[in-house]
């Protein structure tokens, strides 16, 4: 064996044997335990980065670790290859984005393969590949059937930077997620999918996630937004009906006006014969679209110079066209009661509109200063005065149902998924305009729909395929007119959320095959927070529907989540805008994969940030160096095992390591508290370094721990501990090997030390012997000087034993 550590020559090496041997290649097994292991996939953006390698690191040492417990274990990886940056990149590097795509997979994929990850590299797939989004356009036109797409004139976010449509998800602080643009509203055709049907039980089934943070629950419970109220029908003076929803139907009477959004067909009806008004909905659609800016953005309005009649008084009550109602949401009407909302409390201030208590507030309230919000008994309401708040509520909508101008129901905050994209590096929807026919899906059997890849793609924002009649026009697969196909793409969130599938049914001509339902859910799930709403909600969406068309027989995608924490240098997110990255690679080639895996294991608990340290790299660096230097000193690796231990430094090192086993196994486990797990190890090559090999027993004790060691680091340093297996005299390969057992009978102390307390104030420790008579115990205690000293002439009263623990004499 070299004396020297030498990673870049022996991490070549167990990668070649893995490889050799196909380890991480796996099959349905019905005789073993299957655990899937999965990461959320990368993007092909050419390079890898930190926080790609604490990423794919985390899922490793999980799916290593269940390897070794005897399991069936799948842990694929593969490329969510669509998406704008090719685009970008095609532009300016003048070459299409499939030949940047595929050259940027090519690259990244060497540089996941030196770290040295258990991939079943055999079931590897990229999204933009027609074998793969062939049965994304064909479960798409199963939904079609089903009712759950459907395709119509929409109010979109419009980024007018990257000229496409984002979905509400998409939009963060008013800007799009990917170019940082602010969004505009814009009115276009757009494909939907009927996230909505399945609302009730996307929010239901939540309380079923108990390995899921709360955090992202929390995070998808307030955006599905439950809530339970009615709907209420005005009528204006012309018979037009205008419908709202509001969570407070006991505040009815309050009503001072109504506000529709810029949008509402009562407000399109009026734009032509009002300039003025026309002028305001245009400013309207230049503004802000995300919730958050609606809410804080200065509060505009103009009056409709219409008015509807209140279901109850029958008094007139004006409409309004206000900028922070949006159509897409409820029924883009609101009743306003600015007594008793903040928001139309604001409103009514600014122009001067009427505010109606209808709620009893305490007697020095101020209802021209603030809204009262809180529920209370009805005042000003007719025969509901005197009414709770909650009575109230039932009463008003009986009432109403009555007489037919309402309903209790129940509405959600989510809004049905759209889909389309106008741009070309995306999959492409396979549904068909028709003169004769109108709209229609592709035949099933002319799938895949083949997004050209060969394409000339310079300067310019309009979509090849949108001006290449070789794509688009086709026939009617009804009538075999000519017809002109979709050129709209898919969102890439459609790739994104079913790929976990397809890893279980690879290479299947059918989208998914009897191998989903062995392997489904996914077990472990790791990736980021960031995609709390937009990517696990649409998973979980497009999981239930998948079931709903007989493809799995599980409710949920992933059983268990892990969301860890981004890393940072200098305090903030490394990026290349502020020139704090690290390059994996440069580190890799210094000083081994090995060695950058454990420093990402060790920095931090996964789940927060961790912050980038170079001393921190040659600390894990050094650990290693010792941990080659303590197994390349073992002069006998084959000692037979002592019929029994006699030495105390060989019952205590015995002691530590099972200790460890138990603890590691817990760490690795259960809490997935892997820096702790690493500083056992750290503890106890301590502890194995302090004991002298003497005789046999000492050598076999001192083996059995760096043996110990080897096993509980395999997870974390595969390509050294692989190497020091064999230096120990084993053959074959420990990442597969089964992991030590705990020897109850090692765990045993032949002390304790306990803590001497007398009136419980702490006076000392002892050292006695674990099995120890209670009554023994107080007597020795009562003759120790320090007791002795603390108690003098005093009357004992009674000694309070805490087994293993302390001993508290009380005076």
């Not at 389309?420 to 799938?447: H, K």
Request: charged share 25%; glycine share 6%; hydrophobic share 40%.
């Amino acid at each position: 064996m070299h004396p020297e550590y030498q990673p870049e020559t022996i991490e070549p090496k167990a990668q070649a044997a893995w490889d050799a041997q196909k380890l991480f290649e796996v099959r349905e097994d019905a005789s073993k335990e299957k655990f899937y292991c999965l990461s959320m996939f990368p993007y092909p953006s050419g390079n890898l980065h930190m926080g790609h390698v604490r990423n794919y690191t985390l899922s490793d040492v999980i799916a290593r670790f269940q390897k070794k417990q005897g399991k069936n274990v799948l842990h694929p990886l593969g490329w969510d290859a669509f998406g704008l940056p090719a685009e970008g990149a095609a532009q300016k590097h003048g070459i299409p984005p499939a030949q940047w795509t595929y050259g940027n997979i090519a690259n990244m994929k060497r540089q996941l393969q030196r770290l040295g990850l258990g991939v079943a590299w055999e079931r590897e797939l990229a999204t933009c590949k027609p074998d793969y989004y062939r049965f994304e356009q064909w479960f798409f036109i199963k939904l079609y059937e089903k009712g759950l797409v459907y395709k119509k004139n929409a109010l979109v976010n419009w980024d007018p930077v990257d000229q496409t449509v984002l979905a509400n998800e998409q939009v963060i602080d008013g800007r799009g997620w990917r170019s940082g643009a602010l969004v505009e509203r814009r009115e276009i055709p757009q494909w939907f999918l009927k996230i909505t049907d399945y609302a009730e039980e996307l929010l239901n089934d939540l309380d079923k996630l108990e390995g899921w943070p709360t955090q992202v629950k929390t995070m998808q419970r307030n955006w599905i937004g439950k809530s339970v109220g009615a709907n209420i029908h005005f009528k204006t003076e012309d018979g037009d009906s205008v419908e709202v929803f509001t969570t407070r139907p006991d505040t009815l009477f309050g009503v001072s006006y109504l506000a529709v959004a810029p949008e509402h067909p009562l407000v399109t009806k009026h734009l032509e014969s009002n300039p003025k008004l026309a002028t305001f909905v245009h400013a309207c659609k230049q503004s802000k679209v995300a919730e958050a800016d609606i809410a804080t953005q200065e509060k505009l309005g103009m009056p409709l110079d219409v008015f509807v009649i209140h279901p109850f008084t029958q008094a007139k009550v004006p409409v309004w066209v206000a900028n922070f109602v949006l159509m897409d949401y409820g029924t883009g009407a609101v009743m306003s009661v600015p007594a008793h909302d903040e928001r139309d409390h604001e409103f009514a201030l600014k122009y001067k509109l009427p505010i109606v208590p209808v709620i009893t507030a305490p007697a020095d309230w101020d209802f021209q200063k603030a809204a009262y919000t809180p529920l209370g008994k009805l005042m000003q309401s007719d025969d509901f005065t005197g009414m709770t708040g909650d009575e109230a509520k039932n009463a008003i909508t009986e009432k109403l149902k009555s007489l037919s101008k309402g309903e209790k129901t129940i509405s959600y905050r989510l809004r049905d998924w759209g889909v389309s994209r106008q741009r070309y590096w995306g999959a492409p929807i396979p549904m068909i305009e028709c003169p004769d026919c109108g709209t229609v899906p592709e035949s099933l059997e002319n799938l895949p729909v083949v997004l050209p890849e060969e394409v000339a793609f310079g300067e310019g924002i309009v979509s090849p395929i949108k001006q290449m009649r070789s794509f688009y026009e086709t026939h009617c697969p009804q009538c075999g007119e000519v017809a002109k196909r979709e050129t709209d793409t898919f969102d890439t969130f459609f790739e994104s959320s079913w790929y976990y599938a397809r890893y279980t049914s690879f290479n299947s001509q059918t989208m998914l095959d009897e191998r989903a339902n062995y392997w489904l859910p996914v077990d472990q799930y790791v990736g980021g927070i960031e995609h709390a709403i937009l990517h696990l909600l649409y998973a979980r969406f497009f999981h239930k529907a998948m079931r709903d068309l007989g493809l799995v027989k599980t409710d949920e995608p992933f059983t268990r989540l892990l969301t860890q924490g981004m890393v940072l240098k200098d305090g903030t997110k490394m990026s290349k805008s502020k020139g704090n990255t690290v390059d994996p690679e440069p580190l890799i080639s210094e000083y081994g994969a090995d060695t950058v895996r454990l420093f990402m294991m060790f920095a931090s608990p996964p789940e927060q940030s961790l912050e980038w340290s170079d001393a921190g790299v040659e600390g894990a660096h050094r650990f290693l160096k010792r941990l080659w230097r303590e197994v390349a000193q073992v002069k006998s690796a084959n000692v037979a095992k002592p019929a029994t231990f006699e030495r105390p430094e060989s019952l205590d090192l015995r002691r530590r390591t099972h200790e460890t086993i138990k603890k590691v196994g817990d760490d690795y486990n259960r809490r997935y508290a892997f820096n702790t797990a690493i500083a056992a190890c750290m503890e106890l090559l301590n502890a194995t370094a302090d004991l002298k090999v003497v005789d046999g027993e000492t050598q076999w004790v001192k083996n059995e721990a760096l043996l110990s060691l080897l096993h509980l680091l395999n997870p974390v340093v595969p390509h050294i501990t692989e190497h020091l297996w064999t230096q120990l005299g084993h053959v074959g390969f420990i990442s597969v090997a089964a992991w030590p057992t705990v020897d109850e009978m090692a765990l045993l102390k032949a002390e304790e030390t306990l803590v001497i307390q007398v009136n419980g104030k702490k006076r000392g420790e002892i050292a006695v012997p674990v099995d120890i008579d209670e009554a023994d115990l107080k007597s020795f205690v009562l003759r120790e000087p320090n007791v002795l000293k603390h108690v003098g002439s005093s009357p004992i009263k009674k000694v309070i034993v805490v087994p293993h623990k302390l001993i508290n004499v009380v005076i």
